[in-house]
């Protein structure tokens, strides 16, 4: 049933991947291995991004519509080589979770992406689904430095919204895409430990990660399933608390030691210049992104992204990516792809 499942996603996948997307700066590239043979690929990509109402053209080129698809996954073995067991930390929300579209581009990606031998983990948050659920109940939602303050009405209906509904949509989504998913909040098998936050008195029950255990995770990982984490855990004495799902995110990275950290935003990556989107920085190193931060070139929402991947790389990860989720199969092109789809932070 698992190989059927997995056969369905890539005849679903691969007449658009990853060719009807549009990263900024196509041209100037991060290369995660100079030495794979994948120029043909990047040709293809970068053509269809410049062209992307001509897609059928790059594929003219092959002998055959099957033909092309075997060569675009014949071009990818070299990435799926790399990555090939190796474990995936992927946070999502943004765009990429209030778009159906874009809904079922990150699910297939992940799925496509265990069913080549990746170990994704999947993160997420749900901000606009406990924005609307509070607005049914009429609880004001109140943000406090782009946080949102968190009173014990408000913790419960967040942890309703995310275990209870989001949690579970996730799941099944991927479980009807062809892989088996579990859900799980960092209350399930202590998985988080939380501590309040410096800031409670102004936040609530707002928290930080105090400890991971990642041995429920573990065994899911190695046993072939996808984890589904929401961002709520509970401090030493039982006490709920709403987490920033990006915290969350990098330190279970760190914690079980992944190859990737992936972050799908709602902007195209780290700019250079933020009034200027064409500015895409597709690579820079810890160094580098600490002085943009420094300059005041990354600020606002940025800063706390950025803080985020810096520490998961200071604790063993090998990369962090900020990347576009409102980019169809970002997860794919930043994976699989010399281009990415986004920025890449390396330590």
């Not at 014949?74 to 930390?89: M, N």
Request: proline share 6%.
């Amino acid at each position: 049933m698992m190989m059927a499942g997995a056969s369905k996603t890539l005849t679903n996948i691969i007449p658009s991947f990853p060719f009807t997307t549009k990263p900024q700066n196509p041209l100037t590239t991060h290369t995660t291995n100079p030495s794979f043979p994948s120029s043909r690929l990047r040709h293809r990509a970068i053509y269809a991004v410049a062209n992307p109402a001509r897609p059928t053209q790059i594929a003219a080129e092959s002998t055959t519509p099957g033909q092309y698809r075997v060569d675009v996954l014949s071009e990818s073995l070299p990435f799926i080589q790399k990555f090939r067991g190796k474990t995936i930390v992927v946070k999502y929300g943004g765009a990429a979770m209030k778009s159906p579209e874009l809904q079922a581009s990150v699910i297939n990606d992940l799925v496509l992406l265990s069913c080549v031998g990746l170990r994704p983990v999947m993160v997420h948050g749900g901000g606009p689904e406990i924005n609307t659920w509070l607005g049914r109940l009429n609880i004001p939602a109140v943000f406090h430095d782009g946080l949102r303050v968190t009173n014990a009405d408000t913790m419960e209906i967040v942890s309703m919204v995310l275990v209870g509904k989001v949690n579970k949509t996730l799941v099944s989504l991927i479980n009807k895409a062809g892989a088996t998913a579990v859900g799980l909040s960092g209350l399930d098998g202590r998985l988080l430990t939380a501590r309040p936050s410096p800031k409670a008195a102004h936040l609530g029950f707002v928290g930080e990660v105090a400890r991971v255990d990642p041995a429920v995770l573990r065994s899911l990982i190695d046993t072939n399933h996808i984890p589904v984490v929401t961002s709520v855990a509970a401090d030493e004495s039982g006490q709920p608390y709403n987490i920033n799902a990006d915290t969350v995110a990098g330190e279970l990275a760190a914690a079980l030691g992944a190859e990737k950290l992936i972050l799908l935003t709602d902007v195209a990556g780290i700019l250079e210049d933020r009034n200027d989107p064409n500015s895409l920085v597709k690579k820079i190193d810890i160094k580098g992104v600490k002085k943009m931060v420094e300059e005041g070139k990354v600020g606002g929402g940025m800063i706390p992204k950025v803080n985020c991947c810096v520490r998961s790389l200071a604790q063993g990860v090998t990369t962090a990516s900020i990347i576009d989720g409102r980019v169809p199969h970002s997860l794919l092109l930043e994976i699989l792809t010399d281009e990415g789809a986004g920025t890449m932070i390396t330590g």
